[in-house]
């Protein structure tokens, strides 16, 4: 299924190729290509390089922690996301290490070890869909993230289910054309909200 973005400006074709489905297929995600997921959320920049970002992952067909994960997710996500072969939480730690200070950067950065992490997923064939409709503390307690560290986000990783196997609804979902709000109504110049000139 292709749902290139159709950009008003020339961007990497990484970012144009990369969507988020609903119906992932049941087939697994190498253990390579999962560790390079990870490897690329590892070179994330991060605000004094504090790297605040953890991972919690659960591997479908291996132990428990999938499940555990799918039971901390809003009960509309888990619909969908039951199918992803890899679910992962990520974590942010609030806390800079040096001087115990609150990291004000620290969910920021999460957010580019993920951004990453999606990239390298597109490069390699795989999807992720995140997803912020989660239980924080039933995954505090399911995995014993301590009092300075917060589940934030959920990511589903996989391969698209495109098959007339896959839930007509969930297809009909992934079928939506792609949608983003023009530069202008997000760029400013000499004051918010007054589009910039670039």
């Given amino acids: 299924m292709s749902k290139n ?10 970012l144009a190729v990369r969507w988020s489905p609903y119906a992932f297929s049941v087939n697994p995600v190498s253990p390579i290509d999962l560790k390079c997921l990870f ?6 920049p991060s605000s004094y390089n504090e ?19 799918l039971a ?11 199918n992803a072969p890899v679910l992962a939480v990520g974590v942010v730690m609030r806390q800079l290490a040096a001087n115990g200070k609150a990291n004000k950067a620290a969910e920021h950065d999460l957010g580019l070890a993920s951004a990453n992490l999606v990239m390298e997923a597109t490069v390699r064939g795989l999807h992720v869909h995140q997803m912020i409709g989660l239980d924080p503390e039933a ?5 014993a993230i301590p009092p300075e560290a917060d589940a934030l986000t959920a990511l589903a990783i996989g391969h698209v289910d495109a098959s007339q196997n896959a839930d007509p609804a969930l297809r009909e979902r992934d079928a939506k054309p ?4 023009p530069i202008g109504e997000f760029v400013f110049g000499d004051q918010f909200g007054q589009t910039a000139d670039l």
């Fill in 139 to 143: 995954l505090r307690t399911a995995f």
């Fill in 51 to 69: 790297q605040p970002w953890r991972y919690l992952v659960g591997i479908k067909g291996q132990g428990h922690a999938h499940a555990r994960i």
């Fill in 72 to 82: 901390c997710l809003a009960e509309p996500n888990q619909a969908w996301a039951r």
């Fill in 5 to 14: 973005a159709r950009t008003d400006y020339p961007v990497m074709n990484t």
């Fill in 178 to 181: 792609r949608a983003r709000r």
């Fill in 39 to 44: 490897e690329a959320a590892r070179w994330a």
